[in-house]
């Protein structure tokens, strides 16, 4: 079975652009998690969709949007992109069972400068 | 707001030896998960802990998870060159059945030396 898989596998922008990362789950998952991770850091939590609600939001700026399609798959929004905002971006898909895990895509790393 | 620490941050062994990880976080949580990333890799999966007293062993690794002392721990033993990589612990701030926000811990970056 396939992974979760994510495009672009790298995007490079310049300040003020805006970029979209999309991102499709394991076959049968309903929960998309997206998350950015900072060179040396542990990644930290963006949003997560399930049923293509959004459940859950990390502390992050209004720049930042997401959604997710009927198909499950979701996109990630970043407007007026700044130099912080470097950073490989995740997506993890999971059931949502009571025993399951999330499992992580590959990645998108994104360079602004 | 939960925190999640990890300890230690760097950590150098030598082959065959034995060591633990341990990972502590602020806020009641009953579902803990330990990664494994390589250097410009994803996160793998490696242990889904659920109630206390968990443990669950694959090869070298064993987690557990006392959930009143709010600690897990990651064993290493008898480490060998592969698992060199870093490990990140998570834990699930989720509020309901549906709902998955994971907080992860900064990760301990392990080089298992010949």
């Known amino acids: 079975d396939a992974g979760v898989t994510q495009s672009p596998t790298h995007l490079i922008k310049t300040r003020g652009q805006q970029v979209t990362l999309r991102c499709s789950p394991i076959s049968g998952h309903k929960s998309v998690s997206w998350y950015q991770q900072v060179l040396g850091q542990g990644p930290q939590f963006i949003f997560q969709y399930y049923e293509k609600e959004e459940r859950g939001r990390g502390n992050f700026p209004d720049r930042f949007s997401a959604r997710q399609f009927p198909n499950y798959s979701s996109e990630l929004n970043v407007n007026a992109l700044l130099l912080g905002d470097s950073a490989l971006y995740l997506c993890?898909?999971?059931?949502?069972?009571?025993?399951?895990?999330?499992?992580f895509g590959p990645g998108t790393r994104l360079t602004v400068l | 707001e939960l925190k999640v620490e990890q300890n230690p941050l760097f950590l150098s062994m030598q082959e065959g030896k034995n060591y633990t990880i341990y990972c502590n976080y602020s806020t009641t949580s009953d579902r803990l998960y330990w990664y494994r990333q390589d250097p410009g890799k994803s996160l793998e999966s490696l242990f889904v802990?659920?109630?206390?007293?968990a443990v669950k062993q694959e090869g070298r690794l064993m987690a557990s998870l006392d959930t009143k002392a709010r600690l897990s721990t990651l064993h290493i033993t008898a480490a060998v060159h592969d698992l060199s990589a870093t490990y990140f612990c998570?834990?699930?701030?989720?509020?309901?059945?549906?709902?998955?926000?994971?907080?992860f811990g900064s990760g301990t970056q392990l080089t298992v030396l010949p």
């Open positions: 993890a898909s999971s059931s949502v069972s009571s025993t399951d895990t999330q499992y």
């Open positions: 998570a834990v699930d701030l989720g509020s309901s059945g549906s709902a998955r926000q994971l907080t």
């Open positions: 802990l659920l109630s206390n007293g």
